[in-house]
């Protein structure tokens, strides 16, 4: 049996989570070379004493947040991935669409997602991607599971397929949540929402038998 969380807990975790929600305001304007406890502590509207009662370093929030981000994407994506009724393929492109829709409406988390891209090092946001990856979507599984009930063509590697759609997916989303793209074509408008129109069309057409 799970046990309980005291007040003390309960409101602990609360301010934790105040701190990290105003942290994205920080680090979505501030290079990760120029951060410093203050700005945290001036976005949360706390004093300083009060962040290092909760977080020691600048690198203990932005991990905190990497881990936040990870778990608000399993909480988000669980039901889709959960689903009897779905086949592998429809998983792919349903949480493709959903992800899409999450940068577009709540861009700091990617925001986030782009500047640990360069830090705090390489291997470091080399083991973030494999995270996503391997723990927090599972994207192979889901290639395997639509190999499995006739969605997805046989002749690709899961895991190399799972890893290369995620990459491609969370770059595109990034993108679109930094630099929010709106230009007008020849052909019509091009923005957001038409960037993962086409985008899903063309993972569609990649799975596909």
């Known amino acids: 049996m799970k046990r309980k969380s005291t007040k003390y807990e309960t409101s602990r975790e609360k301010a934790r989570n105040h701190i990290l929600e105003s942290a994205y305001s920080v680090i979505s304007v501030t290079p990760f070379s120029s951060l410093t406890m203050m700005s945290f502590a001036d976005a949360a509207k706390i004093s300083r004493q009060t962040l290092y009662k909760y977080f020691g370093t600048i690198d203990s929030i932005i991990f905190a947040l990497k881990q936040k981000i990870e778990q608000e994407f399993v909480t988000f994506f669980d039901p889709i991935f959960a689903d009897p009724n779905l086949d592998g393929k429809t998983k792919i492109l349903t949480a493709t669409k959903q992800l899409f829709s999450l940068a577009i409406s709540e861009p700091d988390r990617f925001v986030f997602i782009a500047r640990f891209s360069n830090n705090p090092t390489p291997e470091e946001s080399n083991a973030f991607y494999h995270d996503l990856s391997v723990q927090t979507f599972e994207v192979g599984q889901l290639v395997k599971a639509g190999q499995a009930d006739g969605s997805i063509k046989p002749d690709l590697d899961p895991e190399k397929t799972g890893f290369a759609l995620l990459n491609l997916v969370i770059g595109a989303a990034t993108r679109v949540a930094v630099h929010k793209p709106e230009v007008e074509l020849p052909t019509g408008h091009m923005g957001p ?17």
């Not at 929402?193 to 038998?209: H, K, P, V, W, Y």
């Open 193 to 209: 929402n038409e960037i993962g129109e086409i985008l899903l069309q063309e993972i569609e057409l990649l799975l596909s038998r």
